[in-house]
């Protein structure tokens, strides 16, 4: 399992790359896509959207279970990963790089103080218990 450094994380499992000074990359951890298992679809927010820390923005489908996914951060979708509509696979392969599904403009970078640093979320995910269902 990978938790790379500088990278922030939700208990939900969504990871935050800060890109700038209110820019950011936002994808789901390797913890959540080998949970879920192979994943088969994933619904984003169109550009232009606002998205609201805690609030759901999306979701990811697998062969096991459709999980919601939640917003780590709040703010405006400057770009989504279409890579995603033809190859979502990409989220199971290179979660933390290729299979990235959007960049916002953060509209509180003070929220990243709420999230996890990478220790933190690897000793909050040790202590997950093994999920049989897929849930994520």
């Known amino acids: 399992m990978e938790y790379p450094k500088g990278l922030r994380y939700s208990r939900e499992h969504e990871w935050v ?3 700038d000074a209110d820019g950011a990359v ?11 298992g192979d994943v088969v679809y994933v619904e984003a927010p169109a550009m232009g959207e606002t998205i609201s820390k805690d609030d759901p923005f999306g979701a990811v489908e697998s062969v096991k279970a ?4 939640y ?6 979708v400057v770009e989504v990963n279409d890579a995603l509509t033809d190859t979502p696979e990409l989220v199971n392969e290179d979660p933390y790089g290729e ?8 509209s509180d970078v003070s929220e990243l103080d709420d999230l996890l640093t990478h220790e933190e ?7 997950q218990p093994e999920d049989d269902d897929g849930g994520a």
């Open 121 to 127: 979320y690897k000793e909050y995910c040790e202590g």
């Open 66 to 69: 459709v999980s919601d996914l």
């Open 99 to 106: 299979g990235w599904i959007i960049k916002v403009t953060m």
């Open 71 to 76: 917003a780590p951060v709040s703010g405006t």
């Open 17 to 19: 790359l800060v890109e």
């Open 26 to 36: 936002i994808g789901i951890s390797d913890f959540a896509q080998n949970e879920l």
